[in-house]
């Protein structure tokens, strides 16, 4: 059975430009969720998904942007790219709506995206 | 927002030692992960543990959720034990999100 996958795996950007992620989450997974991982920090929640529907935003600008489609894979969108976006993309999948259960809760991360801004 | 803290930041080993790392935090919390990210930046999940004790091989963690602590306690480790690990808690009121600490570096070295 196919992880949480995440594509693409590397990528170089210029200051300015928008960039899309992609993410699958784990058949039968129905919460996809996006952290941002820079360089010597942990990841910091950025989205989580549930059922097509946006549940949480972490503290990112309007140029941070996502969506969840009927298969439940999800694409998040980083605008007018800054030089300090640069950084490690996770998407993370779980079964349910984190805190709905103990067996929806545990989080599945994808191996990630890293991207560059230049 | 929860304030999540792991100690020690850095931790160097020789094959076979035993070690204890920790994760303090601020506020209740309803959902506490351990992960294990390996040199290329996959996150593993090694532990779902928002309460009590919970053992897979050589690792154990310890969650005390009244005092706001977790232990992660690696035994015998091995080289490939290496790379950082990370503590993540669901806030009661806001569990939507995980917070990460900043994690603690464990080199084991041959």
């Known amino acids: 059975d196919a992880g949480v996958t995440q594509s693409p795996t590397h990528l170089i950007k210029t200051r300015g430009q928008q960039v899309t992620l992609r993410c699958s989450p784990i058949s039968g997974h129905k919460s996809v969720s996006w952290y941002q991982q820079v360089l010597g920090q942990g990841p910091q929640f950025i989205f989580q998904?549930?059922?097509?529907?946006?549940?949480g935003r972490g503290n990112f600008p309007d140029r941070f942007s996502a969506r969840q489609f009927p298969n439940y894979s999800s694409e998040l969108n980083v605008n007018a790219l800054l030089l300090g976006d640069s950084a490690l993309y996770l998407c993370?999948?779980?079964?349910?709506?984190?805190?709905?259960?103990?067996?929806?809760?545990?989080?599945?991360f994808g191996a990630g995206s890293r991207l560059t801004v230049l | 927002g929860i304030q999540v803290e792991q100690s020690p930041p850095d931790l160097i080993l020789q094959e076979g030692a035993n070690s204890t790392l920790r994760c303090n935090f601020s506020?209740?919390?309803?959902?506490l992960q351990w992960f294990h990210q390996n040199p290329w930046g996959q996150l593993i999940n090694l532990f779902y543990?928002?309460?009590g004790t919970k053992q897979n091989g050589r690792l154990s963690a310890t969650t005390v959720a009244t005092e706001r602590y977790s232990l992660l306690y690696i035994s015998s480790s091995q080289t490939t034990d290496s790379g950082v690990y990370f503590c993540a808690v669901g806030a009661s009121g806001s569990n939507y999100k995980l917070t990460f600490g900043k994690g603690t570096l464990l080199t084991v070295n041959p």
């Open positions: 543990i928002p309460s």
């Open positions: 993370a999948s779980s079964l349910g709506r984190l805190g709905s259960g103990s067996g929806a809760n545990v989080l599945t």
């Open positions: 506020d209740s919390v309803n959902n």
């Open positions: 998904y549930y059922e097509k529907e946006e549940r």
